[in-house]
């Protein structure tokens, strides 16, 4: 029998079951956001989220809808656990190189192991991961209340734009304007000065959303893992809000399932003018 379709009593001790008919999926988008060795999944009832947080300064998350899975079963309002995203990467990763397709994930609750089986037809595999005490986690998701400037465009122009940077930089200023420059990304170390100007009307750019000028520095290591998910994206949102809380909405096709990735960046060093 599939374990896609397993009887209904043999998960009734779980808190959470979910089924994938591709690992590929999950795999990719951990593979996004994956920056630190730990992160936090979350399990609601609209599908399952994963979370990296890096000094409270950088956040990334991966989000797959409960409509993506084959069966999404969640008997509890909502799971929230600590795990190693490096251990569960190779695990996938082994068990998807030996030709294994569909994927089950279940977990029965507080300090058990996160349980994953994978099978292609008859042959079936599986392993347990140890699961921890998830931290609490900055709410970003609060500051997005107050955009005042967004920008959507291409993510193949972006990774563009970020190769044109200086890699030996320490800052990248962003600047969002209703007027000249509109978007500017510019960078400056002993090497010297780099500029990129992106007009409003250029091909580009997909949509141009602007209100006031925002001018804002990140450090360039908070800003270099933002690139990871634009080879997996088609299209990424930028968008500031009044503190210059800065934050990537990247919209993901693995096959022929959509994902979503969040990624945000708190400010080094911001000014506005009105």
């Known amino acids: 029998m599939s374990l896609l379709h397993q009887p209904e009593h043999v998960d009734d001790d779980n808190v959470l079951v979910a089924t994938l008919d591709s690992v590929k999926v999950l795999l990719q988008l951990l593979k996004a956001i994956n920056f630190r060795e730990c992160g936090i999944i979350f399990a609601t009832e609209k599908g399952l989220k994963v979370t990296v947080e890096d000094s409270k300064s950088i956040q990334a998350s991966a989000f797959i809808s409960e409509d993506v899975f084959e069966t999404y079963t969640l008997n509890a309002e909502e799971v929230v656990f600590k795990i190693n995203l490096n251990v569960l990467k190779e695990c996938l990763n082994s068990m998807s190189s030996s030709n294994y397709i569909a994927l089950k994930i279940s977990y029965k609750g507080y300090g058990d192991s996160l349980r994953l089986i994978m099978s292609q037809g008859s042959s079936i595999t599986g392993c347990s991961i140890k699961t921890m005490e998830p931290e609490q986690m900055l709410d970003f998701h609060t500051g997005t209340l107050n955009i005042i400037n967004k920008v959507m465009l291409r993510s193949e122009y972006l990774k563009e734009v970020f190769n044109e940077l200086d890699p030996m930089a320490e800052y990248v200023e962003f600047i969002l304007s209703p007027n000249t420059p509109y978007f500017r990304l510019s960078t400056h170390s002993i090497g010297g000065d ?72 708190t400010p080094i060093v911001d000014s506005y003018d009105d």
Not at 201 to 214: A, G, R
Not at 234 to 243: A, F, G, L, N, W
């Open 194 to 265: 780099c500029r990129v100007d992106i007009p409003k009307d250029c091909d580009m750019i997909e949509s141009f959303q602007c209100t006031s000028l925002t001018a804002a520095k990140y450090k360039l290591s908070h800003i270099k893992p933002s690139c990871k998910p634009l080879s997996l994206s088609q299209k990424v949102s930028i968008s500031t809000d009044e503190r210059g809380l800065l934050c990537f909405q990247y919209m993901i096709r693995i096959e022929n399932y959509n994902g979503y990735i969040e990624y945000y960046c």
